[in-house]
């Protein structure tokens, strides 16, 4: 059962690198604003209500917590099993769908535009996380899990192989960037744009992969492994802060549970402790300065002294 920290700093915030130490604001603690979901991901933070949201798979819905009130109710159900939310360079939700086996997005008017749900006549698997570019594109990646039971989808047959799409919305062009990542999960792309990193869910251990992204801004070089986990260990969903250390989502057991951030190099330099396994997580807040995470059936806040990277 989590408790409220009863004395600063939090000891769930865990420095490991005196690298991470800057980053640690000495009188904030980890908070609970939500619970009661499944199996909560793909949070996703609206600057202009001062919202976040993010999904419950299972439950079929997307959720919304506001700032202001820290009232939580429910922002769309049916969600289409939402997984991986993000938002475009227009402020417009993007969200990935187990159940439609679609990338969708919501515009101004709350009207629903299917972006991606076919390569060459076969249907997606199961589109599980996704980010913008700052040149608009939508990267996301597509494993079945939402396609290998009832409970976050519905059971089918695979029709392509996993991989990591881009989307072109200027040319409505769906292309391939990599299939060499087996089952390909948590995705987000460094502060300049530079690399791309993406989790391997389907290695064994599993592993964090990173690509440089080429010139031309639209296509994968020098594929390489930024990190191989514990055999115990379960990365998800991340995103970069301004400095380019890597924050991601981590389980799975007590004392993995929580949020690993990783220097640019590769090395650990901090630890996040939940009670729970962390999904996916998100920058937010008036300064992007409060970083969100959602932790199996909670979500929980944590202010830090860094900003999210632009576009997470």
């Known amino acids: ?12 915030v865990v420095v490991l690198d005196p690298r991470f130490a800057k980053y640690r604001v000495s009188s904030a603690a980890v908070e609970r604003i939500a619970t009661g979901m499944r199996w909560a991901e793909g949070p996703v933070w609206l600057g202009d209500t001062r919202t976040l949201l993010w999904s419950d798979v ?24 939402a997984n991986g939310n993000t938002r475009d360079r227009q402020g417009r939700l993007v969200t990935c769908e187990h159940l439609g086996r679609r990338v969708t997005r919501t515009e101004y008017d709350g009207s629903i535009t299917t972006l991606v ?25 597509d494993p079945p899990f939402g396609i290998l039971g009832w ?41 300049d744009e530079q690399r791309l990193y993406v989790v391997e869910s389907g290695a064994s251990p599993k592993r964090i992969r990173v690509f440089d992204v080429s010139p031309d801004g639209a296509t994968l070089t ?46 650990t330099i901090g630890r996040i402790h939940l009670p729970e396994r962390c999904a996916n997580l998100c920058f937010g807040g008036r300064h992007r300065n409060r970083l969100f995470m959602a932790a199996s059936q909670s979500v929980y806040a944590l202010y830090v002294n860094t900003q999210g990277a632009m576009g997470g």
């Open 151 to 191: 409970y976050e989808g519905v059971p089918a047959q695979p029709e392509r192989p996993e991989c990591v799409y881009r989307f072109d919305p200027a040319t409505g062009q769906t292309t391939v960037v990599t299939d060499a990542v087996a089952r390909p999960n948590g995705l987000c792309f460094s502060p």
């Open 117 to 141: 749900d076919r390569i060459e006549g076969a249907r997606l698997n199961s589109p599980n996380d996704v980010v913008v570019k700052s040149d608009g594109s939508v990267w996301f990646t």
């Open 222 to 267: 020098n594929d390489r492994v930024f990190f191989t986990c514990e055999p115990e260990s379960s990365p998800d969903g991340f995103r970069c802060d301004v400095d380019g250390n890597l924050w991601a989502g981590w389980g799975t057991g007590e004392g993995n549970d929580g949020v690993r951030i990783f220097a640019p190099d590769g090395t």
């Open 1 to 12: 059962m989590w408790q409220p920290a009863t004395r600063y700093p939090d000891p769930a």
């Open 58 to 81: 299972p439950n079929d819905r997307i959720m919304k917590w506001d700032e202001a009130t820290g009232a939580v109710g429910v922002f769309r159900q049916p969600s289409g099993h």
